[in-house]
């Protein structure tokens, strides 16, 4: 239980383009779903915190009208990166927090998708 | 604000060795303490965590004990393989508002 998948695993687009990553809960509802950024050889760096059917909080320094967070159910979130340009090449990562008692996970856990690798050309 | 540090890595060891990955936390509260694992070319992994003070987490053969009095949750494991070359990440979470705080993370190099 509890997986969470993302699509595409792998993009390549142009600069001035737009790209929509998916972030799915395969197997639970999650009310509350993450989206990082991982440049090479460095941590993850937390770039919004996304709730089903409300606004998502972005960190401070990520540009929202930039990249675009809609958590329109409890399985999905999408990342949307737009008009991308090369310094947006990057692998973006999403997670999704389950329910209490799910898989004997607690509250504060998070279960990662297999990342995205955005290549902007 | 909490945050997590890591020793730096890489990590270089041989095959059987014994490895530990350090890790030290400041904290207001009392926060939840994972390890993750990303492998080449893979998505994290939940390693293993503890939710209080002097849990023991462990998974395939890995442990970290939670240490309130030194703030550390040091990752060991006796024999290590090849296939525990990865990235290895510490956090926490202060359960104010469900996010992670990560470590640097660091980079496990096993040779045969």
């Known amino acids: 239980g509890a997986v969470v998948s993302q699509h595409p695993s792998w993009v390549i687009c142009k600069s001035g383009t737009s790209v929509k990553i998916e972030c799915r809960s395969l197997?639970?509802?999650?009310?509350?779903m993450f989206w990082y950024r991982q440049f090479p050889k460095q941590s993850l760096m937390l770039m919004a915190t996304?709730?089903?059917?409300?606004?998502?909080?972005?960190e401070q320094g990520v540009e929202k009208d930039k990249f675009l967070i809609n958590h329109a159910s409890l399985t999905l979130s999408t990342l949307t990166v737009t008009s991308a340009h090369p310094e947006d090449s990057s692998f973006y990562i999403c997670?999704?927090?389950?329910?209490?008692?799910?898989?004997?996970?607690?509250?504060?856990?998070?279960?990662f998708g297999p990342g995205t690798r955005l290549t902007v050309t | 604000g909490d945050s997590v540090t890591q020793m730096e890595g890489p990590v270089t060891l041989s095959e059987e060795a014994f490895l530990t990955i350090n890790c030290t936390y400041t904290?207001?509260?009392?926060?939840?303490l994972f390890w993750y694992v990303q492998y080449p070319g893979e998505g994290l992994q939940l390693l293993l965590k503890?939710?209080?003070a002097d849990d023991k987490g462990s998974n395939k053969g890995f442990e970290a004990t939670y240490r309130k009095e030194t703030t550390s949750f040091h990752l060991e494991k006796g024999s290590v393989q090849v296939s525990d070359s990865a990235v290895y990440f510490c956090?926490?979470?202060?359960?104010?508002?469900?996010?992670?705080?990560w470590g640097a993370g660091t980079k496990l190099i096993i040779k045969p």
């Open positions: 997670s999704a927090r389950p329910p209490p008692g799910l898989a004997g996970g607690n509250i504060y856990e998070q279960y």
């Open positions: 197997d639970f509802q999650a009310t509350t």
């Open positions: 996304s709730n089903e059917g409300s606004k998502a909080t972005y």
């Open positions: 904290a207001t509260g009392y926060p939840s």
């Open positions: 503890a939710t209080k």
């Open positions: 956090a926490l979470s202060d359960g104010s508002n469900y996010q992670l705080i």
